[in-house]
Nanobody, 124 residues
Framework: QVQLVESGGGLVQAGGSLRLSCAAS????????MGWFRQAPGKEREFVAA????????RYAESVKGRFTISRDNAKTTVYLQMNILKPEDTAVYYC?????????????????WGQGAQVTVSS
């Protein structure tokens, strides 16, 4: 079993920054990639960013490219999402997830374990 715990959410003004953390514990050796997803009220969960544990290769949604950065600390089995130049439309609950199969994925159904979510609210 894998446990994921997000932290770092909060309220920020438009143009500001936040950093989310996702600490993984348990059978982390079986995780191949970590992803961040978000879900705004009344909307479907959408992909934000993902990173490979081994290679560090990354992928981003077009809507966050150039503003968000995903990174990992393998020693701490923690993944970060640095969010800059935040916009009101970034307001959502942010979830981290890990997948045991190889490769990075942008589809939520490919991820096996999920955190509880962290609220990010961007005021205009």
């Amino acid at each position: 079993q894998v446990q994921l715990v997000e932290s770092g959410g909060g309220l920020v003004q438009a143009g500001g920054s936040l950093r989310l953390s996702c600490a993984a514990s348990g059978r982390t050796f079986s995780g191949n990639a970590m992803g961040w997803f978000r879900q705004a009220p009344g909307k479907e969960r959408e992909f934000v960013a993902a990173i490979s544990w081994r290679s560090g290769s990354t992928r981003y949604a077009e809507s966050v490219k150039g503003r968000f950065t995903i990174s990992r600390d393998n020693a701490k089995t923690t993944v970060y999402l640095q969010m800059n130049i935040l916009k009101p439309e970034d307001t959502a609950v942010y979830y981290c997830a890990t997948k045991t199969s190889l490769g990075i994925a942008t589809n939520a159904y490919e991820y096996d374990y999920w955190g509880q979510g962290a609220q990010v609210t961007v005021s205009s």
